[in-house]
Protein backbone atom coordinates (compact mmCIF):
# COMPACT_ATOMS: atom_id res chain seq x y z
CA UNK A 1 0.00 0.00 0.00
CA UNK A 2 1.32 3.36 -0.47
CA UNK A 3 1.44 4.00 3.62
CA UNK A 4 3.46 1.24 3.65
CA UNK A 5 5.79 2.71 1.19
CA UNK A 6 6.38 6.09 2.89
CA UNK A 7 4.97 8.15 0.77
CA UNK A 8 6.87 7.39 -1.98
CA UNK A 9 5.88 5.79 -5.72
CA UNK A 10 8.22 2.48 -4.92
CA UNK A 11 9.65 0.54 -2.39
CA UNK A 12 12.79 0.88 -4.45
CA UNK A 13 12.55 4.91 -3.79
CA UNK A 14 11.99 4.77 -0.29
CA UNK A 15 14.72 2.40 0.16
CA UNK A 16 17.35 4.45 -1.28
CA UNK A 17 16.34 7.60 0.74
CA UNK A 18 16.55 5.47 4.12
CA UNK A 19 19.93 4.86 3.30
CA UNK A 20 21.69 7.44 5.30
CA UNK A 21 19.82 5.95 8.19
CA UNK A 22 20.51 2.01 7.26
CA UNK A 23 24.43 3.29 7.28
CA UNK A 24 23.94 5.04 10.41
CA UNK A 25 22.14 2.33 12.17
CA UNK A 26 25.03 -0.46 11.36
CA UNK A 27 27.38 1.42 12.99
CA UNK A 28 25.86 2.35 16.20
CA UNK A 29 26.79 0.33 19.30
CA UNK A 30 30.16 -0.77 17.34
CA UNK A 31 32.46 1.81 17.78
CA UNK A 32 32.96 2.98 21.12
CA UNK A 33 34.05 6.56 22.77
CA UNK A 34 37.74 5.90 22.35
CA UNK A 35 36.98 5.35 18.68
CA UNK A 36 37.66 1.46 18.91
CA UNK A 37 35.75 -1.06 17.80
CA UNK A 38 33.21 -3.04 19.72
CA UNK A 39 32.37 -6.46 17.75
CA UNK A 40 31.91 -8.30 20.65
CA UNK A 41 28.41 -9.74 19.38
CA UNK A 42 30.93 -11.33 16.40
CA UNK A 43 31.23 -15.05 18.46
CA UNK A 44 34.51 -15.45 17.04
CA UNK A 45 37.36 -15.08 19.65
CA UNK A 46 39.98 -12.77 19.33
CA UNK A 47 42.14 -15.82 19.43
CA UNK A 48 40.76 -17.10 16.51
CA UNK A 49 40.62 -14.29 15.02
CA UNK A 50 44.17 -13.62 15.30
CA UNK A 51 44.80 -17.19 13.85
CA UNK A 52 43.05 -16.77 10.08
CA UNK A 53 45.50 -16.81 7.67
CA UNK A 54 43.27 -16.44 4.92
CA UNK A 55 39.61 -14.92 4.45
CA UNK A 56 37.03 -15.95 1.59
CA UNK A 57 33.82 -14.51 0.82
CA UNK A 58 31.10 -16.06 -0.89
CA UNK A 59 28.02 -14.34 -2.08
CA UNK A 60 25.54 -13.77 -5.01
CA UNK A 61 24.56 -10.52 -6.86
CA UNK A 62 24.68 -7.36 -5.12
CA UNK A 63 25.96 -8.96 -1.93
CA UNK A 64 28.81 -10.65 -4.62
CA UNK A 65 30.17 -6.72 -5.16
CA UNK A 66 30.09 -5.89 -1.86
CA UNK A 67 31.92 -8.50 -1.20
CA UNK A 68 34.85 -7.68 -4.27
CA UNK A 69 35.16 -4.00 -2.41
CA UNK A 70 35.84 -5.68 0.93
CA UNK A 71 38.50 -7.45 -0.30
CA UNK A 72 40.17 -4.17 -0.98
CA UNK A 73 39.69 -2.87 2.57
CA UNK A 74 40.26 -6.34 4.08
CA UNK A 75 43.68 -6.85 2.05
CA UNK A 76 44.61 -2.78 2.86
CA UNK A 77 44.18 -2.80 6.40
CA UNK A 78 44.60 -6.46 7.62
CA UNK A 79 47.64 -7.77 5.29
CA UNK A 80 45.79 -10.85 5.17
CA UNK A 81 45.16 -12.48 1.99
CA UNK A 82 41.20 -12.19 0.66
CA UNK A 83 39.69 -14.08 -1.89
CA UNK A 84 35.87 -13.61 -3.44
CA UNK A 85 34.08 -16.15 -5.00
CA UNK A 86 30.36 -16.53 -6.42
CA UNK A 87 28.73 -18.78 -3.87
CA UNK A 88 27.24 -20.54 -6.91
CA UNK A 89 30.63 -21.71 -7.89
CA UNK A 90 32.31 -22.30 -5.00
CA UNK A 91 32.08 -25.55 -3.71
CA UNK A 92 32.42 -27.40 -6.87
CA UNK A 93 35.70 -26.04 -7.30
CA UNK A 94 36.98 -27.89 -4.63
CA UNK A 95 38.45 -25.09 -3.09
CA UNK A 96 41.79 -25.14 -0.38
CA UNK A 97 40.02 -24.21 2.80
CA UNK A 98 41.11 -24.92 6.30
CA UNK A 99 40.72 -24.52 10.50
CA UNK A 100 42.63 -20.54 9.80
CA UNK A 101 40.04 -19.84 6.91
CA UNK A 102 37.83 -17.50 7.87
CA UNK A 103 34.58 -17.54 5.31
CA UNK A 104 32.66 -14.46 5.19
CA UNK A 105 28.83 -15.51 3.36
CA UNK A 106 27.12 -11.95 2.49
CA UNK A 107 23.24 -12.12 2.09
CA UNK A 108 20.57 -9.92 2.53
CA UNK A 109 17.75 -12.03 2.39
CA UNK A 110 20.27 -14.80 4.80
CA UNK A 111 17.94 -17.57 2.44
CA UNK A 112 19.85 -17.54 -0.70
CA UNK A 113 20.58 -21.23 -1.32
CA UNK A 114 23.94 -21.08 -3.25
CA UNK A 115 25.66 -18.94 -0.69
CA UNK A 116 24.39 -21.51 2.29
CA UNK A 117 25.23 -24.70 0.08
CA UNK A 118 28.60 -22.43 -0.39
CA UNK A 119 28.64 -22.03 3.81
CA UNK A 120 28.10 -25.20 4.68
CA UNK A 121 30.80 -26.79 2.24
CA UNK A 122 32.84 -24.17 4.20
CA UNK A 123 32.62 -25.90 7.62
CA UNK A 124 32.63 -29.38 6.48
CA UNK A 125 36.09 -28.25 6.09
CA UNK A 126 36.37 -27.00 9.55
CA UNK A 127 36.31 -23.37 8.58
CA UNK A 128 34.57 -20.68 10.19
CA UNK A 129 31.62 -18.66 9.09
CA UNK A 130 30.89 -15.50 9.29
CA UNK A 131 27.37 -14.43 8.00
CA UNK A 132 26.74 -10.61 7.15
CA UNK A 133 22.96 -10.82 6.73
CA UNK A 134 20.37 -8.12 7.39
CA UNK A 135 17.51 -10.66 8.33
CA UNK A 136 17.35 -12.07 11.97
CA UNK A 137 16.90 -15.67 12.85
CA UNK A 138 16.96 -16.48 9.04
CA UNK A 139 18.98 -19.65 7.71
CA UNK A 140 22.68 -18.01 7.05
CA UNK A 141 23.17 -17.08 10.14
CA UNK A 142 21.46 -19.59 12.12
CA UNK A 143 24.17 -21.93 10.28
CA UNK A 144 27.29 -19.54 11.02
CA UNK A 145 29.75 -19.47 13.71
CA UNK A 146 28.92 -16.16 14.20
CA UNK A 147 27.02 -13.36 12.36
CA UNK A 148 27.07 -9.29 12.16
CA UNK A 149 24.18 -8.42 11.16
CA UNK A 150 23.35 -5.20 8.74
CA UNK A 151 20.46 -2.83 10.12
CA UNK A 152 18.70 -1.60 6.50
CA UNK A 153 15.59 -2.50 7.95
CA UNK A 154 13.44 -4.87 5.90
CA UNK A 155 14.40 -4.40 2.35
CA UNK A 156 11.38 -5.11 0.01
CA UNK A 157 12.13 -4.08 -3.45
CA UNK A 158 14.05 -7.19 -5.53
CA UNK A 159 16.36 -4.77 -6.57
CA UNK A 160 19.16 -4.40 -3.56
CA UNK A 161 19.84 -0.78 -2.56
CA UNK A 162 20.24 0.03 1.70
CA UNK A 163 21.31 -3.50 2.06
CA UNK A 164 24.29 -3.01 -0.22
CA UNK A 165 25.81 -0.09 1.56
CA UNK A 166 25.19 -1.41 4.90
CA UNK A 167 27.12 -4.98 3.72
CA UNK A 168 29.47 -2.45 2.72
CA UNK A 169 29.68 -0.82 5.99
CA UNK A 170 29.83 -4.09 7.99
CA UNK A 171 32.45 -5.31 5.56
CA UNK A 172 34.50 -2.25 6.82
CA UNK A 173 33.90 -2.79 10.45
CA UNK A 174 34.85 -6.80 10.24
CA UNK A 175 38.43 -5.31 8.17
CA UNK A 176 38.76 -2.97 10.84
CA UNK A 177 38.32 -4.90 13.81
CA UNK A 178 40.22 -8.14 12.38
CA UNK A 179 43.34 -5.16 12.25
CA UNK A 180 42.60 -4.25 15.78
CA UNK A 181 42.50 -8.16 16.92
CA UNK A 182 45.89 -8.34 15.37
CA UNK A 183 47.64 -5.09 15.86
CA UNK A 184 48.54 -4.55 12.15
CA UNK A 185 48.42 -1.07 10.57
CA UNK A 186 46.56 -0.37 13.81
CA UNK A 187 46.99 3.17 14.46
CA UNK A 188 46.93 6.46 12.68
CA UNK A 189 45.09 5.69 9.31
CA UNK A 190 42.78 3.34 11.01
CA UNK A 191 41.52 5.44 13.74
CA UNK A 192 41.13 8.37 10.54
CA UNK A 193 39.41 5.67 8.92
CA UNK A 194 36.84 5.01 11.49
CA UNK A 195 35.93 8.77 12.33
CA UNK A 196 35.26 9.53 8.34
CA UNK A 197 32.88 6.03 8.61
CA UNK A 198 30.90 8.16 11.44
CA UNK A 199 30.75 10.49 9.05
CA UNK A 200 29.77 9.07 6.28
CA UNK A 201 25.93 8.70 6.25
CA UNK A 202 26.00 12.74 6.07
CA UNK A 203 27.95 12.19 2.75
CA UNK A 204 25.37 9.69 1.61
CA UNK A 205 22.45 12.21 2.44
CA UNK A 206 24.25 15.27 0.76
CA UNK A 207 24.23 12.52 -2.79
CA UNK A 208 20.67 12.54 -2.22
CA UNK A 209 19.79 15.81 -2.05
CA UNK A 210 21.55 16.73 -5.84
CA UNK A 211 19.90 13.75 -8.03
CA UNK A 212 17.45 15.68 -9.96
CA UNK A 213 20.15 15.71 -12.81
CA UNK A 214 20.81 12.15 -13.04
CA UNK A 215 16.86 11.58 -12.94
CA UNK A 216 16.29 13.74 -15.90
CA UNK A 217 19.70 12.16 -17.53
CA UNK A 218 18.29 9.16 -17.15
CA UNK A 219 14.90 10.13 -19.00
CA UNK A 220 16.74 11.20 -22.03
CA UNK A 221 18.39 8.00 -22.05
CA UNK A 222 15.49 5.75 -22.01
CA UNK A 223 15.39 4.73 -25.71
CA UNK A 224 19.14 3.31 -25.75
CA UNK A 225 19.81 0.01 -25.93
CA UNK A 226 23.42 -0.28 -23.51
CA UNK A 227 24.83 1.60 -21.27
CA UNK A 228 28.41 0.72 -20.61
CA UNK A 229 30.42 1.23 -16.72
CA UNK A 230 33.75 1.90 -16.02
CA UNK A 231 35.45 1.70 -13.04
CA UNK A 232 38.91 0.91 -11.66
CA UNK A 233 40.32 -0.03 -7.84
CA UNK A 234 36.86 0.12 -5.73
CA UNK A 235 35.13 1.21 -9.18
CA UNK A 236 35.21 -1.63 -10.80
CA UNK A 237 33.05 -3.32 -8.55
CA UNK A 238 30.32 0.06 -8.31
CA UNK A 239 30.53 -0.47 -12.12
CA UNK A 240 29.46 -3.94 -12.10
CA UNK A 241 26.88 -2.81 -9.49
CA UNK A 242 25.87 0.12 -11.82
CA UNK A 243 25.42 -2.50 -14.65
CA UNK A 244 23.16 -5.03 -12.61
CA UNK A 245 20.53 -2.74 -11.70
CA UNK A 246 20.73 -1.50 -14.90
CA UNK A 247 20.03 -4.70 -16.16
CA UNK A 248 17.84 -6.00 -13.71
CA UNK A 249 15.35 -2.99 -13.54
CA UNK A 250 15.92 -1.32 -16.95
CA UNK A 251 15.93 -4.77 -18.90
CA UNK A 252 18.79 -3.40 -20.76
CA UNK A 253 22.43 -4.35 -21.76
CA UNK A 254 24.81 -2.95 -19.11
CA UNK A 255 28.36 -4.20 -18.87
CA UNK A 256 30.87 -3.07 -16.38
CA UNK A 257 34.53 -3.22 -16.80
CA UNK A 258 37.63 -2.13 -14.99
CA UNK A 259 38.64 0.66 -17.00
CA UNK A 260 42.25 -0.57 -17.26
CA UNK A 261 41.50 -3.56 -19.55
CA UNK A 262 39.24 -1.13 -22.26
CA UNK A 263 42.29 -1.38 -23.91
CA UNK A 264 42.19 -5.31 -23.85
CA UNK A 265 38.52 -5.65 -26.09
CA UNK A 266 35.90 -3.72 -24.35
CA UNK A 267 37.48 -0.37 -26.55
CA UNK A 268 35.92 -1.68 -29.31
CA UNK A 269 32.26 -1.56 -28.35
CA UNK A 270 32.59 2.44 -28.27
CA UNK A 271 30.56 4.46 -30.90
CA UNK A 272 29.03 7.50 -31.19
CA UNK A 273 26.46 8.45 -28.65
CA UNK A 274 27.06 4.97 -26.43
CA UNK A 275 26.37 6.31 -23.25
CA UNK A 276 29.25 4.95 -20.96
CA UNK A 277 29.20 6.20 -17.20
CA UNK A 278 32.72 6.30 -14.99
CA UNK A 279 33.29 6.14 -11.85
CA UNK A 280 36.67 8.15 -10.76
CA UNK A 281 38.84 7.77 -8.07
CA UNK A 282 39.62 10.35 -5.74
CA UNK A 283 42.50 12.78 -7.53
CA UNK A 284 44.10 12.61 -3.89
CA UNK A 285 45.67 9.64 -2.43
CA UNK A 286 46.09 7.42 -5.33
CA UNK A 287 46.50 9.60 -7.97
CA UNK A 288 47.97 7.49 -10.25
CA UNK A 289 44.80 5.43 -11.11
CA UNK A 290 42.88 9.20 -11.11
CA UNK A 291 45.50 10.05 -13.99
CA UNK A 292 45.19 6.68 -16.06
CA UNK A 293 41.31 6.96 -15.94
CA UNK A 294 41.09 10.90 -17.16
CA UNK A 295 42.89 9.00 -19.88
CA UNK A 296 40.51 6.63 -20.38
CA UNK A 297 37.56 9.22 -20.29
CA UNK A 298 39.69 10.76 -23.02
CA UNK A 299 39.86 7.84 -25.46
CA UNK A 300 36.63 7.05 -25.43
CA UNK A 301 34.98 10.53 -25.67
CA UNK A 302 37.60 10.88 -28.72
CA UNK A 303 35.70 7.82 -30.37
CA UNK A 304 32.30 9.52 -29.46
CA UNK A 305 31.23 8.19 -26.65
CA UNK A 306 28.57 9.85 -24.46
CA UNK A 307 30.84 10.30 -21.36
CA UNK A 308 28.65 10.32 -17.85
CA UNK A 309 31.49 11.06 -15.41
CA UNK A 310 30.84 10.19 -11.10
CA UNK A 311 33.87 12.58 -10.08
CA UNK A 312 34.65 14.04 -6.32
CA UNK A 313 33.84 17.68 -6.06
CA UNK A 314 37.23 19.38 -6.47
CA UNK A 315 37.83 17.12 -9.32
CA UNK A 316 38.32 19.93 -12.52
CA UNK A 317 40.36 17.74 -14.44
CA UNK A 318 37.13 15.25 -15.83
CA UNK A 319 35.60 18.70 -16.42
CA UNK A 320 36.82 19.10 -19.96
CA UNK A 321 35.81 15.21 -20.79
CA UNK A 322 32.00 14.89 -19.48
CA UNK A 323 29.42 15.02 -21.29
CA UNK A 324 27.67 14.66 -17.71
CA UNK A 325 29.30 15.57 -14.61
CA UNK A 326 27.86 14.00 -11.42
CA UNK A 327 29.80 15.40 -8.10
CA UNK A 328 30.31 12.55 -5.36
CA UNK A 329 31.64 13.92 -2.06
CA UNK A 330 35.04 13.92 -1.47
CA UNK A 331 35.62 10.35 0.90
CA UNK A 332 38.95 8.63 1.38
CA UNK A 333 39.39 5.68 -1.62
CA UNK A 334 38.07 2.68 0.67
CA UNK A 335 34.96 4.39 1.38
CA UNK A 336 34.08 6.00 -1.86
CA UNK A 337 31.92 3.14 -3.03
CA UNK A 338 29.42 4.27 -0.31
CA UNK A 339 28.72 7.48 -2.21
CA UNK A 340 28.90 6.62 -5.73
CA UNK A 341 26.65 3.49 -5.58
CA UNK A 342 23.98 6.01 -4.44
CA UNK A 343 23.49 7.37 -8.22
CA UNK A 344 23.85 4.68 -9.94
CA UNK A 345 21.14 3.04 -8.07
CA UNK A 346 19.20 6.05 -8.75
CA UNK A 347 20.14 6.25 -12.58
CA UNK A 348 19.21 2.77 -12.83
CA UNK A 349 15.36 3.18 -10.78
CA UNK A 350 14.40 5.84 -13.26
CA UNK A 351 15.68 4.61 -16.10
CA UNK A 352 13.49 1.53 -15.51
CA UNK A 353 10.40 3.79 -14.69
CA UNK A 354 10.79 5.76 -18.23
CA UNK A 355 10.63 2.72 -19.54
CA UNK A 356 7.29 1.70 -17.89
CA UNK A 357 8.80 -1.19 -16.49
CA UNK A 358 7.63 -2.55 -12.69
CA UNK A 359 10.27 -1.08 -10.23
CA UNK A 360 9.58 -3.00 -7.48
CA UNK A 361 8.88 -6.68 -8.99
CA UNK A 362 11.56 -6.62 -12.08
CA UNK A 363 10.13 -9.71 -14.35
CA UNK A 364 12.05 -12.92 -14.06
CA UNK A 365 13.27 -12.19 -10.71
CA UNK A 366 12.51 -12.88 -7.08
CA UNK A 367 13.64 -11.29 -3.97
CA UNK A 368 15.36 -14.10 -2.78
CA UNK A 369 16.65 -17.22 -4.47
CA UNK A 370 15.89 -20.39 -2.31
CA UNK A 371 17.12 -22.77 -5.07
CA UNK A 372 20.54 -23.68 -6.74
C1 LIG B 1 20.27 -7.36 -6.31
O1 LIG B 1 19.69 -6.20 -6.77
C2 LIG B 1 19.64 -8.63 -6.70
N1 LIG B 1 18.24 -8.67 -6.62
C3 LIG B 1 20.39 -9.91 -6.33
O2 LIG B 1 21.57 -9.88 -7.08
C4 LIG B 1 20.73 -10.21 -4.85
O3 LIG B 1 21.67 -9.30 -4.38
C5 LIG B 1 21.23 -11.67 -4.74
O4 LIG B 1 20.23 -12.54 -5.18
C6 LIG B 1 21.68 -12.02 -3.35
O5 LIG B 1 20.63 -11.96 -2.42
P1 LIG B 1 20.90 -12.06 -0.88
O6 LIG B 1 21.70 -10.88 -0.49
O7 LIG B 1 19.55 -12.06 -0.23
O8 LIG B 1 21.67 -13.33 -0.62
Partial sequence: SAAEKGGYDYFMLKEIAEQPKAVADTLLGRIDAGGSL???????SAAELREVDKVVIVACGTAFHAGLIAKYAIEHWTRIPCEVELASEFRYRDPILGKRSLVIAISQSGETMDTLMALRHAREQGSKVLAICNTNGSTIPRESDAVLYTHAGPEVAVASTKAFLTQLVACYLVALYLGQVRGT?????????????????????????????????ARSLADKNTVLFLGRHVGYPVALEGALKLKELAYMHAEGFAA??????????????LPVVVVVPSPR?????????????????ARGARTIVIAEEGDEAVVPYADHLVRIPATPTLLQPLVATVPLQVFACELATARGNEVDQPRNLAKSVTVE
Fill in 285 to 301: GRSVLHDKIVSNIQEIR
Fill in 185 to 217: KWGDEIGAVIRDLSQISCEVERVLETMEPVREL
Fill in 260 to 273: GELKHGPIALIEPD
Fill in 38 to 44: TLDEVRI
